[in-house]
């Protein structure tokens, strides 16, 4: 056993010492013990804890992988998940007014991942333990809202169905307005009987729908999602917010970037978490890769009450990113790339010169890099919005207000 002390936190949440050795579930300024393999810190104990180490919220954070940093104070991480933002702008001299993080609350995940597997007396369901393949029942999480719990009970009873003793279901569950959404991953190859039994199950468990290795196989309801005044049915799996609460924070942001704009593109649209409640005072234009989001999203306006035209297009923004001219006249970008960013489509509208572009980013790496591109071509970065969704994570998002010159 050998002594460290905690200097900082790494990108994600572990404890980082000299050398470097990384430590899990440690703080800044602890002094701590345990064996190096490598350049991890294994049976850490903690000689000197900080001031900002509290008791674990959740009786199942030692064992569960699915949390980082229940072991800090909130303020902590609030003001580590800001830092993790400003340390990447200020990588590329960039400074701009942050707003107060908005944390969204213990116990309001809307869709989780839960690992399943048969056993010899039944079935069990959770998270997997922290960088392992061992399976956590977690019947007293802290994370997901408590009408998702019952969807560990859910993926047991699809273990019992559609795996062997050898393998391992990946449930995602995901709330809606009709019930559960259940999508799983790594089953049986499906046939006669098992989509008889699954189409059963559908029925007894009352799911809104269920999605076999991507295949529908029963839909008692629509499991709908609602942006703005839109009733949007996700394809299986599709992309969403993980928290309400941290979506309409990440929306508030949008909104307030675009301003008084006309009409807007939304560029990486998914299934119109921003187009759809832009579109009550803005004539939308929404852009996705996905054929099946760009379908949902096309179906929750046209049901929608009240709302301005939405178009819409299928691309690839990667590979053919929207030119000036179809920029020309566009009064405000919403892009939300994944954690790639958005290079390429950054290079564009920096040409095009939109006056107003609200950038949403789920890795602040990316969007640094990208902000610094269209901050050297004269834009303005106004304000960033830090929105931690994720608690307890190392997971950072974020919404930020950039303006062209002459704006």
């Not at 116990?107 to 392992?132: E, L």
Request: aromatic share 4%; proline share 6%; glycine share 8%.
């Amino acid at each position: 056993m050998t002594e460290h002390h905690i200097l900082r936190l790494g990108h994600h949440g572990d404890g980082i010492a000299e050398g470097p050795i990384f430590a899990p579930m440690t703080l800044p300024g602890e002094t701590v013990s345990g064996e190096v393999e490598g350049q991890q810190l294994r049976d850490v104990r903690i000689v000197t804890p900080s001031e900002q180490r509290v008791a674990p919220p959740c009786r199942h954070f030692k064992s569960c992988g699915g949390c980082q940093l229940q072991h800090a104070g909130d303020d902590f991480v609030a003001g580590w998940k800001v830092d993790v933002v400003r340390n990447a702008l200020s990588a590329h001299g960039l400074e701009t007014e942050f707003r107060p993080i908005q944390t969204s609350p213990a116990q309001s995940r809307r869709r989780a991942t839960f690992a399943a597997r048969r056993t010899k007396k039944g079935a069990m369901a959770g998270f997997h333990g922290r960088a392992s393949d061992v399976l956590i029942e977690v019947p007293g999480c802290q994370l997901v809202d408590p009408a998702l719990l019952p969807g560990l009970k859910v993926a047991e009873e699809l273990a019992l169905i559609g795996t062997s003793r050898k393998a391992e279901l990946a449930v995602t569950v995901t709330l809606s307005e009709e019930g559960l959404d259940v999508s799983v991953a790594n089953g049986k190859p499906l046939d006669g009987p098992l989509r008889q039994q699954l189409a059963q199950t559908c029925e007894a468990l009352a799911l809104a729908r269920l999605t076999w290795d991507g295949e529908v196989i029963a839909m008692r309801a629509p499991p709908a999602q609602r942006f703005g005044n839109a009733a949007v049915t996700p394809p299986p799996g599709a992309f969403l917010q993980a928290t309400r609460h941290g979506e309409a924070a990440l929306l508030a942001a949008v909104t307030e970037a675009v301003g008084d704009a006309d009409t807007v593109v939304d560029l990486f649209a998914g299934c119109g978490t921003f187009a759809l409640p832009l579109a009550q005072k803005a004539r939308v234009h929404a852009v996705e890769g996905d054929a099946e989001m760009i379908a949902a999203l096309e179906g929750g306006w046209r049901r929608a009450k009240g709302a301005k035209p939405v178009t819409t297009a299928t691309r690839d923004l990667f590979r053919r990113p929207l030119l000036p001219d179809e920029l020309a006249k566009v009064d405000a970008v919403v892009l939300d790339p994944p954690r790639a960013g958005a290079e390429a489509q950054v290079a564009e509208i920096i040409r095009a010169q939109v006056s107003r572009v609200a950038y949403v980013s789920c890795n602040p790496v990316s969007f640094a890099r990208d902000v610094q591109n269209m901050v050297s071509a004269g834009y303005r970065l106004d304000w960033v919005q830090v929105v931690d969704q994720f608690r307890w994570s190392s997971h950072v998002e974020l919404a930020a207000c950039l303006t062209a010159p002459e704006s």
